[in-house]
């Protein structure tokens, strides 16, 4: 292993500078044709077999070295539509047409820029020491992950048919910790997820005649509020779950109330029995402030998106975080619980029906971090995912995340 991690130090400036490259170039779900453009000559150049397009604006690298065994690596590709605030030199000034048609700014608020540069710099020294390992490996590149569809378009695009199928599917996401910091959880690693659409009906009318009129912007109003309660009172205390409305949308003038209102609704849940008590409960709510405004019709409670949550075989889990601590040290991995984000990473893994694993590892300067932990500001000064002001660490994050993948894959390669 020591062997071909010598190369790292002389990929890490050309892994930068694509790294920076992808920052300030992103691209929505299923508009990745500059990324993997870049990716598909990148893998080409490697030596690997490449093949794009798949689900849409995937790639697929396959790199054959011998007879043993088969292991896909995965790192997702979409950025956000946010308008990045990090002030940095190589900062997104990018914009693009959304799947509504709306224009707006792109970000890679969530570090799937780093995820490719990651899994390319891997790509990179396992191609360049195929004479210490045998076997294959499967380098995924996915569309869409913050869609919800990336993961689902490839494996309906024949993923699993058209490439050597995997004994073990590895993956990882950056996050706001300490940088040099890999971080692995057995079992449930992320939670599922449901995104909703509330389609709400009033009666429109004038604004200074309400009593003509149902009104559903009050009515959506007592939706949120109502929603409050789902966690609070529907729950047991111990049960992880979000609820999140995160659009509301209704009339255009101040003095017209509109015929309608539609809430955007995002849940997240750690087990099946809650996810079903969560939606049915909703639906529940949902209904009895329709029928408490004298709505004209029913409300229409529309499914945007569903992601169960995403589950790491247990032994596959202690196998690469074994790998971790004897490649990055004993200190430098560390346990973590389940959270409360989600990923379509797991659906990789049902449908091949292989263990996966699924790790963090942190994005920020460990200096900034203790720091702001220390003083109990976690939430005020680190920048979550997401955020316009989360951008990770170039040194030593990128480094990390390749030692990260090729450690965890050479768990499973049967050395020369």
Not at 78 to 105: F, H
Not at 290 to 304: F, K
Request: glycine share 10%; aromatic share 4%.
């Amino acid at each position: 292993m020591s062997v071909l991690f010598d190369r790292l130090d002389g990929l890490l400036p050309d892994l930068e500078s694509v790294y920076r490259d992808l920052h300030a170039h992103p691209e929505l779900a299923f508009q990745e044709k500059r990324t993997a453009a870049v990716v598909a000559g990148l893998l080409t150049e490697q030596g690997w077999d490449v093949t794009s397009g798949v689900g849409r604006t995937g790639v697929v690298g396959v790199l054959r070295n011998g007879a043993g065994p088969v292991v896909m690596l995965r790192a997702d590709m979409d950025a956000l539509p946010v308008e990045e605030r990090t002030g940095l030199p190589y900062a997104s000034t990018e914009t693009a047409i959304d799947e509504s048609g709306e224009k707006v700014p792109v970000m890679h608020a969530c570090g799937h820029d780093m995820h490719v540069a990651a899994l390319l710099g891997a790509c990179a020294l396992l191609a360049g020491a195929r004479d210490t390992w045998h076997g294959t490996v499967v380098a995924v590149f996915q569309p869409g992950e913050e869609s919800g569809f990336g993961a689902r378009a490839m494996v309906q695009d024949g993923l699993f048919e058209r490439f050597p199928k995997p004994e073990v599917i590895l993956g990882q996401h950056v996050g706001p910790g300490p940088a040099g910091l890999v971080a692995t959880c057995p079992g449930t690693v992320m939670g599922g997820t449901d995104s909703l659409r509330i389609r709400l009906f009033g009666r429109g009318g004038h604004g200074s005649k309400p009593e003509s009129a149902v009104d559903p912007v009050v009515m959506a109003a007592s939706v949120v509020t109502r929603l409050q309660t789902v966690v609070s009172r529907t729950v047991a205390a111990s049960e992880p779950v979000v609820v999140t409305v995160g659009s509301i949308r209704a009339g255009t003038t101040a003095a017209t109330i509109p015929d309608e209102a539609e809430l955007a609704v995002n849940i997240r849940t750690s087990s099946a029995a809650t996810r079903d008590l969560v939606l049915a409960t909703v639906e529940r709510l949902v209904k009895a402030e329709v029928l408490a405004a004298g709505a004209p019709r029913d409300a229409e409670i529309t499914s945007v998106c569903s992601l169960p949550n995403t589950v790491n075989d247990p032994a596959a889990t202690e196998r690469v975080a074994d790998a971790h601590r004897a490649h990055l040290g004993e200190g430098a991995v560390i346990p973590v619980g389940p959270n409360s984000a989600s990923e379509d990473f797991g659906l990789l893994a049902s449908a091949a029906q292989v263990p996966a694993v699924f790790w963090f590892f942190g994005g920020l300067d460990a200096e900034e971090y203790t720091k702001a932990f220390l003083a109990g500001r976690i939430a005020e000064d680190i920048p979550q995912n997401h955020s316009s002001h989360f951008a990770p660490v170039v040194r030593p994050t990128l480094a990390t995340g390749v030692r990260a993948l090729v450690s965890a894959a050479l768990a499973w390669m049967e050395p020369r």
